[in-house]
């Protein structure tokens, strides 16, 4: 399978979005709106719900269904609002020390002139920064498609997880093909350029055929990693979860090398 096979797995119009994860594995999800700054961004949604004995805070980036659905939720691409909503979240979480658990779905932050006007990139950034330091645990899930700093902006976590068929770059490989090459049709060369199936995570999610196939094999792994997860992070004392996700995102990049005393004879 190459990686535009996987990248049309991932944005197959049958995948499950979020909110049909929450409705599965959270049906007490009560979900919260709003920034408290300008509007409630639907493609960000958020709110609370019990999983395996423990309180937590959903973070998601919905997609949207059929046409209709996903104008409303501008395909899964959030403004500034959308990540302020998130992070005012979090840091009730933080507050009320309910562990996170994020779902990266989009193909990256809106880029309109008034997404921009708003602080669209100084709402990421500061998001990067107040999640490195949340002192409750976070985990992220990639569901299907994860986007540039769009997606990152939910995705720093003690722990990442990404389901088998899901992709997670820097930017899409249409955007990649049109800066590369000038057209955007050479989008299935520039993903396997872009190695968007290859990514620094901690967890692959199995899920058979696929998400749009078969739920019930994707969905049974994904509840038995998040109840692991949850169990162990749980446990961690505060400052060594800290510095642990500090670690992992620091030395993310970093490439050690030897040079074997043969070569310098």
């Known amino acids: 399978m190459t990686a535009y096979d996987q990248l049309k797995i991932a944005r197959h119009p049958k995948r499950i979005t979020s909110r049909?994860?929450?409705k599965q594995l959270f049906p007490d999800f009560l979900e919260l709106h709003g920034d408290?700054?300008?509007?409630?961004?639907?493609?960000?949604i958020g709110g609370i719900a019990s999983f395996k004995g423990h309180t937590v805070t959903i973070i998601a980036q919905e997609k949207g269904i059929d046409t209709e659905d996903k104008i409303k939720h501008n395909f899964g691409m959030p403004h500034p609002e959308g990540y302020r909503k998130a992070l005012r979240l979090m840091k009730q979480a933080e507050k009320f020390k309910r562990p996170i658990i994020t779902f990266i779905d989009t193909p990256g932050a809106y880029p309109g002139?008034?997404?921009?006007?708003?602080g669209q990139a100084q709402a990421i950034a500061n998001n990067l920064k107040e999640m490195m330091g949340l002192k409750t645990p976070v985990i992220v899930v990639v569901l299907s498609e994860g986007g540039s700093g769009g997606a990152l902006a939910i995705g720093v976590g003690d722990v990442i997880l990404m389901f088998e068929h899901a992709i997670y770059s820097v930017l899409s490989p249409e955007g990649f093909a049109?800066?590369?090459y000038k057209d955007a049709k050479r989008a299935p060369e520039a993903a396997e350029l872009m190695k968007i199936t290859s990514n620094i995570i901690d967890e692959i999610i199995k899920e058979g055929p696929g998400l749009h196939e078969n739920l019930e094999i994707g969905l049974s792994q994904l509840t038995q990693e998040l109840?692991?997860?949850?169990?162990?992070?749980?446990?961690?004392?505060i400052k060594r979860l800290l510095i642990s996700r500090y670690e992992k995102f620091r030395k993310m990049g970093t490439i050690l090398e030897r040079v074997s005393d043969e070569s310098t004879n």
């Not at 002139?113 to 708003?118: C, H, K, L, N, Q």
């Not at 109840?227 to 004392?237: A, D, G, H, M, V």
Request: glycine fraction near 6%; hydrophobic fraction near 40%.
């Open 20 to 22: 049909g994860v929450i």
């Open 36 to 44: 408290r700054q300008f509007k409630d961004d639907v493609s960000i």
């Open 113 to 118: 002139v008034g997404a921009e006007a708003r």
């Open 178 to 180: 049109s800066i590369l």
């Open 227 to 237: 109840e692991k997860q949850l169990e162990s992070l749980t446990r961690k004392p």
